[in-house]
Structures are given as C-alpha cells and as structure tokens.
C-alpha cells in the first residue's frame, strides 16, 4: 500500500518473504496482537493528533489509497498515483514505471469466497519538505477464505510529490513482511 493487497500480492510476498521486519524480529504473537490493533483510518483524528495539518494530509491520502484497493476501485487508485509511480516490494524488487502492473493486481476481483482488506495500524512518521512528503508506518493485510484466515504486517514509505499544486503518490517502499495467525 497501498496499498492494499489483494490475494495475488499476498501470494507474491508470501513467495518472497523477509524473516524480519525493518528493527528487529517480530514473533507471530507479535502479529496477532497486532491483528488486533484498531485501523488508524478508521480512528482518524485521534490517531493523527500528532502531525501538523499538512502532514496529516498525506496519512489521509495513504488511507484513501488503501481504501481504494479495499473496495478494488482502480480510478480512485490511479488518480493517487502518479504516471511514473514506481514500488520496491518486500523482496527488494524494484519496479520501475509499475502504475499499471500494480492497478491491475490491486483491483483485480477476489476469488469467489474470499476477502482481502489491508488496515494501516501504525504511522512511524509524517514529514513533508518542500513539495515532497512522506509517511511511513505498518500495514496489515488479512485474506480470508473459507478455509483460511491470513494476516501479513509490513512496513512501508509511501512518497508523495506536490506536482501541478495536487499531492501525488510517487513511490512506495515495503520491506519487513511477517506472516502471522490472524487474532480471534
């Protein structure tokens, strides 16, 4: 997230997964406490009291890319991106120019039967500098099926560039992926 992630990029990371998470190990009751920390999005207000109003836009604009990948809205999605958007995963891949590759795997339909939803339970940091900005924090992403509940928690950067006097979302970065039962 972004980014929210739908089954196929849970796949993905699941297939690339790093041990640790950017400081340290993170055990999997680690996670599934985790799982049960509130959504900042959802929470709004008392989750950004910390940040001067700027910065508490780009956390805004974060949640409304996971909330597009959430309802699998590809417009609202693209239109936070910019044309040259480019995501290093948790893998270390980087993918340059990946606006459409990532559209097409965020907002792809879910199988029959199955629910994806991403949550950004922790923001480390929101700073902006001229016309170019940051947050940083945990997203977690849940897949449940009918056999099955998946919870992964990474840590991202999402950057964010002032271009034509509008915020757009310019690259993000993922590392730390840790798979964990999801809580009760």
Not at 68 to 94: E, P, Q, Y
């Amino acid at each position: 997230m972004m980014k929210t992630l739908c089954i196929s990029l849970v796949a993905f990371y699941a297939a690339f997964a790093m041990v640790a998470p950017a400081g340290g190990q993170t055990s999997s009751e680690q996670v599934a406490v985790r799982a049960d920390l509130p959504d900042l999005c959802t929470a709004r207000e008392a989750a950004w009291r910390q940040f001067p109003s700027e910065e508490k836009l780009l956390v805004q604009l974060t949640c409304s890319a996971l909330d597009a990948v959430n309802r699998r809205d590809r417009s609202a999605l693209a239109a936070l991106m910019a044309d040259a958007w480019l995501v290093t995963t948790v893998s270390g891949k980087t993918m340059l120019s990946a606006k459409s590759y990532v559209l097409d795997a965020w907002t792809r339909p879910l199988p029959a039967g199955t629910k994806g939803v991403s949550r950004l339970i922790e923001v480390r940091a929101s700073r902006i500098q001229g016309a170019t900005g940051y947050v940083v924090g945990l997203i977690l992403d849940r897949t449940t099926t009918v056999d099955s509940d998946e919870c992964l928690t990474h840590a991202f950067t999402d950057i964010w560039q002032k271009i034509d006097g509008r915020w757009q979302w310019v690259a993000s970065h993922e590392s730390g992926l840790v798979e964990g039962p999801c809580a009760k």
